[in-house]
């Protein structure tokens, strides 16, 4: 990918500056103002100068006191304007900016949303999250003071050339001389920048990811006292960060030197093929002497030019890793004729489902089983079976490659996604909890809950009484990880956020696992409430917890090998009957 | 800042050479106008080729020497910049590493990341820019304030009483801008805590089809940080116009002032012109500094983000006699232990006791949040007892060091974390230098390997965050043989075998049995505990009973009441 890059880079790179710039279309009178403002300042930065010029001549050839006291009082005025243009360019630039970047960043965030869940398994959380601020800090950082600049300098190249040209034209082009040798550098400089910046952002993102993976598994690296190994593995990336580092900010360093030696070089051409010329008789000393002050003009601005340029170079890295994510395909859209359904009855029947995450490897084949509305269907399964694969295609997290899935007798794929998603209610296997208060982590099952209606469900999942006994109570804040509160409990969470949303399907993948079993007797009484007239999916491996399951569904490397009720499969005597008297045998014993 | 002044000097001698071949390069700067004038002086308005040629060959070599001596300064002041980088870097995760588990807490994940790679750029650019450009504006500024002293003592005074007053300003706007960065940098902290959040949770979000709400979530966070970056911005580009103005106006009131020493004599025409150009020439040399400052003002905010983690206190070891490298046989004790997390209210443990006998297995069941991994926690030291006492072979546990001790336990958590990495690498976690067939051995006994030569690549299959996708019970699995691999004497399993089917989970618990350590399993199910050697039963802190499956069965209410619900439905199933 990385080989690939380098050749259409002038290319990518006008295309990305547009788009950025893009971001901006609301600001567009206001970024013509700033323009307005650059053109002010420069025009300012020009007439004080040359006031004062006047003024030091009043001084010098003494002439009348109330015209140079006029003169003084003019002059600051001038001054004034000049600073309150370079105020308010700098002012409403930063606010473009600071808009473009706020967009930047929310666009990427809402594309994360719409992204296969696919999308996610192959990638590093901290490396997405380097996306979303040191890539967006890259594009702020150059945002802010770049384009003010390139448009500062250019006038500035404009106006001496300009000049230049009215006083000589021959020496102008011995002037310009130096500009195809400049390029050549440039270019030599900033092919060189612009890889280093790219690799910079990447191994910057990389660390990220490391970062963010090693601290949320610290449990893991303290009690296994890995942190040598860790500190030692941090090390590697934080070399590779160091080494792009090195070279962006070395070859940067480049371009103010190089652009210092043509500068006097010029000078040396100037003044020596000048003063050919002037003992030829062709030139003039003074316009000689103009032209070294011009061309010093001339390169100055130029110099930061190049600067910018780089600048830029490297907002582009970032904005490129920023748009590789925007650009990426989002989860198929819904098809044309979806439609989007208001209750869900909740007959579902699998049709010969087969399924591969990664291609070559089938995880389900030839699934088929069908569950009538309201019924509890029961998944059984040695781990890896594809019980949660099952479920995740039933919510459309990924859609089946082979056969069809009918919820209601249509086709699962003409349902749109979110108006399915919204009849189930999910308790899955990680519970998940929020950097929220208690109240508002149960009331993500449904928004529009109150907060009776967010206890009432609390009561039902028997996570009242802990509840009560925090901090807090419903007001305690928990931390992203859980932290201070057992993984059981986060459970107990989980199961009153899918009550409160009271959904037509219910699916609950390994719901109950860390709950004590006296608990657990507990809430599948009210979950048994709650299963009457819904559609309800279980994954359990406690298997007497689904023995009242109208059906019973038995995964084995991804086929169904038995289905019926407990009653059935026991009769069958079959994998089923065997798992529970692995069961018995154990209690019994 | 002051406090990472001393990352500086491992690189003494090459902050050394690049501040000099500044320097360098700042003389020839000077002298190149000198030459200049002697070109056009003496040739050009001469007519005369010959100094043109002279001093023209001689600013041409200059400047090539001072432009070799800028390649070799760039390679220098990046060697410096990255070099502190790394350093702090490094650091930084080392300490982090130190940290206790109470320290994760006062500062999240997602503030560490922020700090580690954002604010380390800061302070990064800052010393970059400082090596090669800052050093010019202040001498600039003095240089030229002591020239027009020599020119003419009244005038400059003028500059001497503007100058010192600009400065104050520029040094009041910094003030305020290291506190709005600071701002800038805990927004930041918070819209990756966001983002991290969502990552994590993203299944669930789906499920919920709660995207817009998170969006909402996220775009008001990200208003603040926009909100708080202009602010800061827009303060520190104040100085600039600021500083043009005044050093405008100071001229202004020069050349004012100096009309009227015209008059009486006090000052001549030509030094009015003298002053006026240093000026000029220290209004430019502010417009650099007030750049620089800007930067200045953000590294110095990410500074004191970065000096909280190397000064966070760490857990002191208490280290009375270091038992180093002593093999520990696996008798655990527990003497009247009770233990609350800080800023909880109430104990989580409440005076505790029993003893496991080496090679014994102890089975803990409890109700949610009766705090049976909280226990646990305490025996590799994760957390320490806040009241009684824990010892291992009789010796206190605070006596051993932690990393020897951890050595020899090994821990199976609720949540099966693994690192992005293979599968080989995963297992061989548990143990430094583990061996391919002691990984194997791990993987056979926690009845994974056979699924693991299912996968493309078998033990080179990448799993963790960027790894392919695995069962919650694959992942128990897996995190089981990486505390198998490394032959621990005291086993930890917390609820691991919950994502298992009975099948697997008996086969895995009777292999353990073979390792001959102590082990301790927290289960929910009474038949996982069944043949342990001492079942504790834990009731909000509190120790209920302890004994065998038996002996509970006879003595203790609690315990009959978790069995006979569990029984009964195993029965009804059969029935």
């Known amino acids: ?589 | 800042m002051k406090k990472l002044f001393k990352y500086i000097f491992p690189y003494k001698y090459a902050t050394i050479m690049a501040l000099s071949l500044t320097g360098f390069e700042l003389v020839v700067e000077l002298i190149q106008p000198v030459l200049m004038a002697k070109i056009i002086d003496e040739g050009i308005t001469n007519g005369d080729m010959f100094p043109v040629y002279l001093w023209g060959g001689i600013l041409l070599l200059l400047s090539f020497i001072a432009f070799v001596a800028g390649i070799v300064n760039s390679f220098y002041s990046s060697h410096v910049g990255q070099g502190v980088g790394y350093d702090l870097r490094r650091d930084l995760f080392d300490k982090i590493q130190q940290f206790a588990f109470k320290d994760f807490q006062e500062i999240p994940t997602s503030s560490l990341i922020t700090r580690l790679t954002n604010d380390v750029t800061q302070i990064q650019n800052f010393l970059f820019m400082s090596l090669r450009i800052a050093l010019r504006a202040p001498l600039f500024i003095l240089g030229g304030m002591i020239m027009a002293f020599t020119v003419n003592v009244k005038l400059a005074t003028i500059l001497l009483i503007s100058v010192p007053l600009l400065m104050v300003i520029v040094l009041t706007l910094i003030r305020k801008g290291v506190t709005l960065f600071q701002l800038v940098q805990k927004k930041l902290d918070r819209v990756n805590s966001i983002i991290q959040e969502n990552l994590v949770g993203i299944r669930l979000i789906k499920a919920f089809t709660r995207g817009t709400h998170e969006q909402g979530r996220f775009e008001k966070v990200n208003k603040l940080l926009r909100e708080d970056n202009k602010k800061a911005l827009q303060i520190m580009e104040m100085t600039m116009p600021i500083l043009m103005f005044g050093m405008n106006v100071a001229m202004v009131i020069i050349l004012w002032f100096g009309s009227l020493q015209l008059d009486i004599g006090g000052a001549q025409a030509g030094e009015i012109v003298a002053v006026l150009n240093y000026g000029t020439k220290i209004m430019f040399a502010f417009t650099v500094f007030s750049f620089v400052m800007m930067n200045y003002s953000r590294a110095q905010a990410s500074s004191g983000r970065l000096v909280e983690i190397l000064e966070q206190e760490t857990d002191a070891e208490q280290l009375r006699t270091p038992s180093k490298g002593k093999k520990i046989g696996g008798r655990v004790e527990f003497h009247h232990v009770s233990f609350h997390y800080p800023q909880a209210l109430k104990r989580t443990l409440d005076d505790i006791s029993f003893t496991a006998e080496v090679g014994q297995s102890i089975g803990i069941l409890g109700e949610t949040g009766s705090g049976k991994t909280s226990l646990f926690q305490l025996i590799p030291r994760l957390f320490e007892a806040t009241e009684g006492h824990i010892t291992i072979d009789d010796e206190d546990i605070t006596k051993y060091e932690k990393e020897e001790l951890r050595k020899q336990i090994g821990m199976v958590p609720q949540e099966a974390h693994l690192f992005t990495g293979t599968v080989k690498e995963n297992i061989g976690w548990g143990k430094e230098n583990a061996t391919f067939d002691e990984i194997i051995e791990a993987a056979k006994k926690a009845e994974i390997h056979e699924f693991i030569m299912t996968l493309p690549h078998q033990y080179e299959t990448m799993v963790g965050q960027r790894g392919v996708n695995l069962s919650g019970g694959q992942k128990q699995r897996l995190s089981i043989a990486r505390a198998i691999v490394r032959q621990p004497r005291i086993l930890l399993l917390d609820d691991s075998t919950s994502a298992l089917d009975a099948k697997t989970e008996a086969n895995i618990l009777t292999s353990i049995k073979d390792q001959a350590c102590t082990t301790f399993i927290i289960a929910q199910k009474i038949s996982s505990v069944l043949k342990a050697d001492q079942i504790l039963l834990l009731e909000e802190g509190r120790l209920v009973a302890k004994g065998t499956h038996e002996q509970l069965l006879k003595e203790s209410d609690s315990y009959r009441r978790i069995y006979k619900s569990q029984m009964q439905k195993e029965m009804e199933q059969l029935a």
């Open chain 1, 1 to 589: 990918m990385h080989k690939s890059e380098t050749k259409p880079k002038a290319k990518n790179m006008k295309g990305t500056l547009l788009r950025v710039l893009g971001y901006a279309n609301k600001e567009k009178a206001l970024l013509s103002w700033v323009l307005f403002m650059v053109i002010a300042s420069s025009v300012f930065s020009l007439i004080g100068p040359y006031l004062l010029g006047v003024a030091v001549d009043d001084v010098i050839a003494g002439t009348n006191k109330e015209r140079f006291l006029l003169l003084l009082f003019g002059i600051i005025i001038v001054f004034l304007l000049q600073s309150a243009a370079l105020f308010f360019q700098n002012n409403w630039m930063i606010g473009i900016a600071q808009e473009i970047v706020f967009r930047m960043r929310n666009q990427l965030f809402k594309k994360l949303h719409m992204l296969p869940i696919s999308f996610f398994q192959k990638r590093q959380h901290g490396e997405l999250m380097s996306r979303l601020t040191n890539d967006m800090e890259n594009v702020s950082r150059t945002l802010n003071s770049a384009i003010i600049q390139v448009v500062t300098s250019t006038l500035t190249i404009v106006g001496t050339v300009a000049m230049m040209l009215w006083l000589s034209p021959l020496l102008t082009v011995l002037t310009l001389t130096i500009v195809p040798v400049m390029f050549a550098g440039l270019k030599w400089i900033t092919n060189r920048t612009g890889k280093f910046f790219k690799e910079q952002q990447k191994t910057l993102g990389d660390m990220n990811g490391f970062i963010e993976e090693t601290l949320s598994g610290q449990k893991i690296v303290k009690m296994y006292s890995q942190e040598r190994k860790v500190i030692e593995q941090f090390a590697e990336k934080n070399g590779a960060l160091k080494e792009s580092n090195y070279w962006a900010q070395t070859y940067s360093g480049f371009i103010p030197k190089l652009m210092n030696m043509l500068n006097n070089v010029s000078f040396a051409i100037i003044v020596g093929i000048g003063g050919i010329l002037e003992i030829k008789g062709s030139v003039s000393i003074g316009v000689i002497v103009t032209f070294t002050t011009y061309s010093r003009q001339f390169t100055r601005p130029l110099n930061d030019l190049a600067n910018q340029f780089n600048m830029i170079l490297s907002a582009v890295a970032g904005a490129e890793r920023v748009f590789q994510i925007v650009d990426e395909k989002e989860e198929q859209e819904d098809e044309g004729k979806a439609v989007s359904i208001d209750r869900l009855h909740g007959e579902i029947v699998f049709d010969q489902v087969g399924f591969s995450y990664d291609e070559g490897l089938a995880t389900l084949r030839g699934v088929s089983f069908q569950a009538r509305a309201g019924e509890t269907v029961a998944l059984v399964g040695p781990t890896g079976a594809g019980k949660t694969t099952v479920i995740s295609l039933l919510a459309r997290f990924y859609d089946s490659n082979q056969g069809t899935i009918w919820i209601d007798g249509r086709d699962s794929k003409e349902i749109t996604r979110d108006s399915l998603r919204k009849q189930i209610g999910f308790v899955l296997q990680d519970s998940i909890l929020f950097e929220s208060t208690v109240r508002e982590n149960i009331r993500f099952g449904r928004l529009a809950a109150t907060d009776e209606e967010v206890i009432q469900a609390a009561k039902e999942a028997n996570a009242h009484d802990f509840i009560m006994k925090l901090p807090n109570g419903y007001d305690t804040v928990l931390n992203g990880d859980g932290a201070g509160i057992s993984h059981g409990q986060r459970q107990l969470l989980s199961i009153a956020r899918a009550l409160l949303a009271d959904p037509a399907l219910l699916i609950l993948d390994e719901a109950t696992s860390s709950i004590d079993t006296i608990t657990e007797m507990k809430i599948i009484e009210a979950l048994e409430g709650l299963m009457k007239g819904r559609t309800t999916f279980v994954i359990a491996h406690r298997l007497n917890t689904i023995q009242n399951a109208d059906l019973i569904v038995v995964l084995k490397g991804g086929q169904v090998i038995e289905k019926g009720s407990n009653k059935e499969l026991l009769k069958q005597n079959g994998f089923y009957a065997d798992l529970v008297r692995t069961q018995q045998q154990k209690a019994i014993m």
